[in-house]
């Protein structure tokens, strides 16, 4: 089945720019989504088809897709951005249709 | 507004049996297929089970299948998920969540606030 691998954290001070990178065998032919979870919270879409960002979600949440490696970008980071980040893409030749990275856990230092 | 409200959660011993609940409001829920996804305690995101909008289809991971069974009634705007012989490593809050999109890979757009299951004697 499809794997996705992300690393286990990511820190930032307030201000710069997180960068978390999924990496999938030929991730770039696929569609990327991207889920926010704070603690004891439902995960939120913060990002889908690789770079689209739903309504309410701040232009600091962008998206790229290429090659082997899907990557979510945050720009200016806030203390309210700290949470886990999750990829998510459907493989439609699998029988494991849904897969989800294992998660990043964004720290603002 | 679209809401998802899990219920029947709660602790049950290893072995015994459980049914979730998950209301749906806001949406058409007869014409969406719904979505099962749970997250044990400090662990990531599993994707459980779904059903189509009919109920005519379903799919179950490996790690339940033939223990849990998924269903809908869509006169009540309801996802069920029937667990049964109830293992620790099921221990997990459970979400319900759909995809209001019309593509096959669609994000998961809508999620609920989920239900805990804790499976211990």
């Known amino acids: 089945s499809y794997v996705l691998t992300q690393p286990p954290s990511v820190s930032v001070a307030p201000g710069k720019t997180a960068r978390i990178t999924c990496g999938g065998n030929n991730i770039g032919s696929k569609s990327v989504h991207w889920y926010q979870q704070k603690p004891g919270q439902a995960p939120v879409l913060v990002i889908y088809?690789?770079?689209d960002r739903p309504s309410g979600i701040p232009e600091r949440f962008s998206g790229s897709n290429s090659g082997n490696t899907a990557t979510l970008t945050i720009s200016r980071v806030e203390a309210g951005d700290e949470a886990d980040y999750y990829c998510q893409v459907w493989d439609s030749s699998s029988d494991h249709p849904v897969v989800f990275g294992g998660g990043t856990k964004l720290t603002v230092l | 507004e679209v809401q998802l409200v899990e219920s029947g959660g709660g602790l049950v011993q290893p072995g015994g049996s459980l049914r979730l609940s998950c209301a749906a409001s806001g949406f058409t829920f007869s014409s969406y297929a719904m979505h099962w996804v749970r997250q044990a305690p400090g662990k990531g995101l599993e994707y459980v089970s779904a059903i189509s909008s009919n109920g005519g289809s379903t799919y179950y991971a490996n790690s339940v299948k033939g223990r849990f069974t998924i269903s809908r009634d869509n006169s009540k705007n309801t996802l069920y998920l029937q667990m049964g012989s109830l293992r620790a490593e099921d221990m997990a809050v459970y979400y319900c969540a759909t995809r209001t999109g019309t593509v096959t890979t669609s994000p998961f757009d809508y999620w609920g606030q989920g239900t805990l299951v804790t499976v211990s004697s």
């Open positions: 088809y690789d770079s």
